[in-house]
């Protein structure tokens, strides 16, 4: 054998040797496709999305509900009795269980009563004091139909009417087909399928009606969605909580969605 060859040989060696060594030097077990050898296939698990970037449910397209899930919420969520109108038990499996109703560490300068809403994350809190708050998921307004300030409650009523404004009218003139002359003008009594649920809290700004609410779900599975025209839309058994335990005149900062 020639000492060319066996020179190339020697350097072909190193190579290899070296080329083991920096696979190993950087191997790092956090991230296990750079400890595989070179041509090995990857092996890469997804790291799961938190609840927040996941895509509500949608009716008929039910999430499995983890059953330690189901057992904590099966009361709160359950139907609710002494009504006028019945308001069912919620499917777990259509809302995201990030959006149910829980308490949450929530620091703040606002005191104790005030709601604080948080559009862009579908959240609504009331203040605890204490550094604590209860936060329930909510449904906002689409793009375009937003809005944010501060306000305070103004009235609060059961099983509302709903009135939708006239420019909500010529928007959906669909909607007409559901109105009846009712003693403020036309819309839809109170009811089972009132788009204000079974509560409404009404938002004003000094001496004016900011014409936003906070209320009620016909449609749970629409909680966590930017899908109203402004108002907050509650599931029903939160938003009989909420009303419950907030008293008119209550603060109301609604924050912006950018």
């Known amino acids: 054998m020639t000492l060319g060859r066996l020179l190339a040989i020697g350097m072909s060696l190193i190579a290899a040797i070296s080329a083991h060594s ?20 990857l092996n890469i698990t997804p790291v799961p999305r938190r609840f927040e970037q996941e895509s509500p449910a ?4 039910a999430m499995n509900v983890d059953p330690a899930i189901s057992s904590r919420y099966a009361a709160i969520y359950g139907f609710v009795s002494g ?21 949450v560490v929530y620091p703040t300068h606002e005191p104790p009563g005030t709601i604080v809403i948080d559009p862009q994350n579908h959240f609504l809190y009331l203040v605890q004091g204490g550094g604590r708050a209860l936060r329930y998921g909510v449904g906002v307004g689409r793009q375009g139909f937003g809005w944010s300030g501060v306000a305070t409650i103004h009235d609060k009523q059961e099983w509302p009417d709903w009135y939708p404004p006239k420019e909500m009218i010529e928007r959906q003139p669909e909607l007409r087909r559901q109105l009846s002359a009712l003693q403020s003008g036309l819309g839809v009594p109170g009811g089972s399928r009132n788009p204000l649920g079974s509560r409404a809290m009404y938002l004003w700004q000094g001496n004016k009606d900011t014409l936003y609410r906070i209320h009620g779900a016909v449609e749970p599975w629409t909680i966590g969605r930017s899908v109203s025209s402004g108002c907050i839309r509650m599931i029903n058994q939160d938003v009989i909580d909420l009303y419950q335990r907030t008293p008119v005149g209550a603060r109301v900062v609604v924050l912006s969605s950018r």
């Open 58 to 61: 949608q009716p008929g397209n």
């Open 22 to 41: 920096a696979s190993a030097q950087f191997c790092d077990d956090r991230f296990p496709w750079t400890c595989q050898g070179s041509g090995a296939p």
């Open 83 to 103: 009504e006028p109108f019945p308001i069912p038990a919620v499917r777990l499996s259509d809302i995201n269980p990030a959006y149910l109703r829980t308490a």
